[in-house]
C-alpha cells in the first residue's frame, strides 16, 4: 500500500505565531491529498482537498485565510495553520487515495499542534 | 447524504473473546469499504477493504462483511489480545474526493 509520511509528528508554538506541517506520498505521485482535523475522542473531520497545482478545495466552515495548502508537487502538499490560537490545537492527518485500482484510502501518521 | 453509524460505540472485554463491531451507512452505492484502527495520537492504519462486489474480506483474525444493499459491514475479531485496544472506524467510500467516517468503536481488552 501507498506510505504517506508527515511532519513533524508534533509541534508546539506560541499563539500568533504560523505553523507549516508537510504531508509527503512516499511512493506514489499524488494528484489529489486530503487533509483531516481531529479533535480529543471525536472522529476526523475533512478540512480540505489539496489538488496539486491548483488551488485547495475547502470543507464549509474551514477558513481558508487561516489554514493555508499548498500542493506545489506531485508528492508534497502542507499546511500551514496562519495566526494560531489555542483553539487550533488538535491532530492533523493527511491521507491520499490513488486515482486508480482499489481506490483504498491511506492516512499519514498525524501530527500534533499545540498552541499555547 | 452519507450517514455512518458504528456500534457500540465503546466496548471492554477480556482477552480471548470473540468480538463484532458494527458499522451501517445511509447511501449504499458505495464503491469499497475500509476499516480502520487508530491508536491514540496515531493516524489510521487500514485493516481491510472491501469492494462493492465482495461479500467479505479477511485477514488474519480479523474477517469484515459487507451487505451492500442493507448498508452494513461488521467487523469481527477473533480471541481478542490486549494489543488489539485501539478505536476502530469505517469508511465507506461513494466516490468524489469525500469520505465519511463513522464516530468509531472504542475497544479496550483487558489482559
Known amino acids: 500500500g501507498a506510505v504517506v509520511s508527515q511532519h513533524p509528528s508534533w509541534v508546539i508554538c506560541k499563539s500568533g505565531t504560523s505553523v507549516k506541517i508537510e504531508c509527503r506520498s512516499l511512493d506514489f505521485q499524488a494528484t489529489t491529498m486530503f487533509w483531516y482535523r481531529q479533535f480529543p475522542k471525536q472522529s476526523l473531520m475533512l478540512m480540505a482537498t489539496?489538488?496539486?497545482?491548483?488551488?485547495?478545495?475547502?470543507e464549509q466552515g474551514v477558513e481558508k485565510d487561516k489554514f493555508l495548502i499548498n500542493h506545489a508537487s506531485l508528492t508534497l502538499s502542507t499546511l500551514t495553520v496562519t495566526s494560531a490560537h489555542p483553539e487550533d490545537s488538535s491532530f492533523y492527518i493527511c491521507?491520499?487515495?490513488?486515482?486508480?485500482?482499489?481506490?483504498?484510502?491511506?492516512f499519514g501518521p498525524g501530527t500534533r499542534l499545540t498552541v499555547t | 447524504k452519507q450517514e455512518v453509524t458504528q456500534i457500540p460505540a465503546a466496548l471492554s472485554v477480556p482477552e480471548g473473546e470473540n468480538l463484532v463491531l458494527n458499522c451501517s451507512f445511509t447511501d449504499s452505492a458505495i464503491y469499497n469499504l475500509q476499516w480502520f484502527r487508530q491508536d491514540p495520537g496515531k493516524g489510521l492504519t487500514s485493516l481491510l477493504l472491501?469492494?462493492?462486489?465482495?461479500r467479505e474480506q479477511t485477514s488474519g483474525r480479523l474477517n469484515a462483511s459487507l451487505d451492500k444493499s442493507s448498508g452494513r459491514s461488521t467487523l469481527y475479531i477473533a480471541a481478542s489480545q490486549p494489543g488489539d485496544s485501539a478505536t476502530y472506524l469505517c469508511a465507506p467510500y461513494t466516490g468524489g474526493f469525500k469520505t465519511i467516517f463513522g464516530a468509531g468503536t472504542r475497544l479496550f481488552v483487558k489482559a
Open positions: 489539496s489538488n496539486e497545482g491548483s488551488k485547495a478545495t475547502y
Open positions: 491521507s491520499v487515495r490513488p486515482g486508480t485500482g482499489s481506490y483504498e484510502q491511506y
Open positions: 472491501i469492494q462493492s462486489s465482495q
